[in-house]
Nanobody, 115 residues
Framework: QVQLVESGVGLVQPGGPLRLSCAVS????????MGWYRQAPGKQRELVAAITSGGSTNYADSVKGRFTISRDNAKNTVDLQMNSLKPEDTAVYYC?????????WGQGTQVTVSS
């Protein structure tokens, strides 16, 4: 059974950086595309960044040029480097497979961007 554990919870000032990490177990990560998703209060969960098994990346327009997704198949981790953070980036961030998610989600990690 796949397990997803997100880390990197933080309160950061606008314009600051934050790095999130997702530890994946129970699957062979190298064969899966992976994504970072977020859900802000009162809004639907949305995809912000994705990386294929081959390493190609895709980003939501709202984060393009500011966020970078990466993967380490040897360590079974998927990271999200977030720069130039904005208050509208405040949300709970989750990792999961992409384009088809696994049946379960991790607990996510809270990111709050505020001065």
């Amino acid at each position: 059974q796949v397990q997803l554990v997100e880390s990197g919870v933080g309160l950061v000032q606008p314009g600051g950086p934050l790095r999130l990490s997702c530890a994946v177990s129970g699957i062979r990560l190298s064969t899966h595309g992976m994504g970072w998703y977020r859900q802000a209060p009162g809004k639907q969960r949305e995809l912000v960044a994705a990386i294929t098994s081959g390493g190609s990346t895709n980003y939501a327009d709202s984060v393009k040029g500011r966020f970078t997704i990466s993967r380490d198949n040897a360590k079974n981790t998927v990271d999200l480097q977030m720069n130039s953070l904005k208050p509208e980036d405040t949300a709970v961030y989750y990792c999961n497979a992409w384009p088809m998610t696994f049946g379960s989600w991790g607990q996510g990690t809270q990111v709050t961007v505020s001065s």
